[in-house]
């Protein structure tokens, strides 16, 4: 009996570690499927991250319209739009990649990565700051899963740098000579060599092609409108008595007798018309009138301005958000100053900067030009300038802060797994 019982001991135990052997075993081989599902959702998760980052405009567009739009490029003026910004200046064989890239996440193709493959079920914004997408993975062992992504991105773009210098047109093609741009260059046109751009060499500092537009100008009739005489340059009755006379003058803005023609804040905002004026020999600005100030001057027509000084006589420094240039029409403005501080908006515009130092190598320009060609010879313009970006989006006034560029995405999350490893049947 004793042996019988010993035998029998020695069967169950056995039995009973061949079990646990095989529990182990299981619990291992799941640990292990469940690993390589997570490293296949890992890089989805980072490929992801990475096209969006390129190719931000697919955020504004819902997973079906990117198949929708991509085979049928001319179906409206949305889809036009939507391929035109993703080919930004690209060349053939990269916008066929490109394209091809999305489609098979448009159409739920299976993609390889290390440890297996994945695709895209589902992409959709949840809200302002968060985006949700559905992955399916597949590992080596062709076990799958699903998961959720969660993209947090940052769609405060009144954080962001404003580009010191932001070309329009589609004239700049022999770039800017030697003009130092410390900060962000943006060119609408793929003509431009963003390439050859002189870059101070800061971490951060990049030129390059966008799709982003400038928002509409301000309506120069309505502005018109509500100013009073005296703040036109020359005045009505100048510009009927001086017809046939060449025009040029000296203004030091604002005057004693002005009163702002609004506020913003605790900021008075002096705003002046100045129509067709040829020759300013000298414009100074005391963005200190009276407290804190900002001056707008609305342009038309070719303007040339032998010295512009914007002064700030308190402790604080001159901002570019205190002087404002807005010019309309198809024209040329050249300015000459040692250092200023300003925001220039001028997208149909060839504009020129020099230095009237002859003791100063380059005229030093702080804050945000847009214009359509930055001229860097010629009597109107040198390449001896250098940019300096100063502010943010947030700096600018409210009308420009619409432009809303598409944020860049700051961080993504993985979720865990909305649905069990399906393990094949043995």
């Known amino acids: 009996?004793?042996?019988?019982?010993?035998?029998?001991?020695?069967?169950?135990?056995?039995?009973?570690?061949?079990?646990?052997?095989?529990?182990?075993?299981?619990?291992?081989?799941?640990?292990?499927?469940?690993q390589q599902n997570l490293s296949v959702a890992?890089?989805?998760?980072?490929?992801?991250?990475?096209?969006?980052?390129?190719?931000?405009?697919?955020?504004?567009?819902?997973?079906?319209?990117?198949?929708?739009?991509?085979?049928?490029?001319?179906?409206?003026?949305?889809?036009?739009?939507?391929?035109?910004?993703?080919?930004l200046c690209k060349k053939e064989k990269d916008w066929k990649n490109t394209k091809q890239k999305i489609l098979n996440l448009a159409e739920h193709n299976t993609i390889d990565a290390p440890m297996g493959e994945f695709s895209l079920l589902n992409f959709q914004k949840v809200d302002r700051n968060n985006i949700l997408a559905t992955i399916k993975t597949?590992?080596?062992?062709?076990?799958?899963?699903?998961?959720?992504?969660?993209?947090?991105?940052?769609?405060?773009?009144?954080?962001?740098?404003?580009?010191?210098?932001?070309?329009?047109?589609?004239?700049?093609?022999?770039?800017i000579g030697k003009a130092k741009v410390n900060g962000n260059l943006w060119a609408n046109d793929c003509s431009f060599p963003v390439e050859k751009a002189d870059l101070v060499a800061v971490d951060g500092n990049q030129a390059k092609y966008t799709g982003v537009k400038i928002p509409e100008l301000p309506n120069i009739e309505v502005i018109k409108e509500r100013l009073p005489e005296n703040r036109y340059f020359p005045s009505i009755a100048e510009e009927q008595e001086n017809q046939e006379q060449e025009n040029k003058i000296s203004l030091k803005l604002p005057r004693l007798e002005d009163k702002p023609t609004k506020k913003e804040g605790e900021k008075n905002i002096y705003e002046y018309f100045i129509n067709k004026i040829e020759e300013i020999d000298s414009l100074i600005i005391n963005s200190d009138f009276q407290g804190e100030s900002m001056i707008i001057l609305y342009v038309v027509g070719d303007i040339n301005i032998s010295e512009i000084v914007h002064k700030c006589e308190s402790s604080n420094p001159c901002s570019p958000e205190n002087l404002m240039i807005v010019a309309y029409e198809e024209a040329k403005m050249c300015?000459?100053?040692?250092?200023?501080?300003?925001?220039?908006?001028?997208?149909?515009?060839?504009?020129?900067?020099?230095?009237?130092?002859?003791?100063?190598?380059?005229?030093?320009?702080?804050?945000?030009?847009?214009?359509?060609?930055?001229?860097?010879?010629?009597?109107?313009?040198?390449?001896?300038?250098?940019?300096?970006?100063?502010?943010?989006?947030?700096?600018?006034?409210?009308?420009?802060?619409s432009i809303?560029?598409?944020?860049?995405?700051?961080?993504?999350?993985?979720?865990?797994?909305?649905?069990?490893?399906?393990?094949?049947?043995?």
């Open 1 to 34: 009996m004793v042996m019988v019982l010993g035998t029998v001991g020695t069967v169950a135990t056995a039995a009973l570690l061949a079990r646990s052997h095989n529990l182990s075993n299981n619990i291992e081989t799941s640990i292990t499927i469940s």
């Open 42 to 87: 890992e890089t989805a998760k980072v490929n992801l991250q990475a096209l969006l980052i390129e190719h931000n405009e697919l955020l504004e567009y819902n997973l079906d319209d990117w198949k929708k739009y991509l085979k049928s490029p001319n179906l409206s003026e949305t889809s036009r739009e939507f391929n035109h910004n993703l080919r």
């Open 138 to 175: 597949q590992n080596t062992q062709e076990n799958q899963a699903q998961y959720e992504i969660n993209i947090s991105f940052n769609d405060n773009y009144l954080s962001k740098a404003v580009p010191v210098l932001w070309l329009t047109g589609n004239k700049q093609s022999g770039g």
């Open 335 to 401: 300015l000459q100053f040692e250092n200023l501080s300003a925001f220039i908006i001028a997208p149909d515009y060839e504009l020129g900067i020099k230095t009237n130092n002859p003791n100063q190598e380059s005229a030093k320009f702080t804050g945000s030009i847009w214009t359509n060609k930055l001229l860097t010879t010629g009597e109107c313009g040198s390449e001896k300038v250098e940019f300096n970006e100063a502010w943010k989006w947030a700096d600018l006034p409210n009308e420009f802060q």
């Open 404 to 426: 809303h560029p598409i944020p860049k995405l700051i961080q993504v999350n993985l979720k865990e797994s909305i649905k069990s490893d399906i393990s094949k049947e043995q």
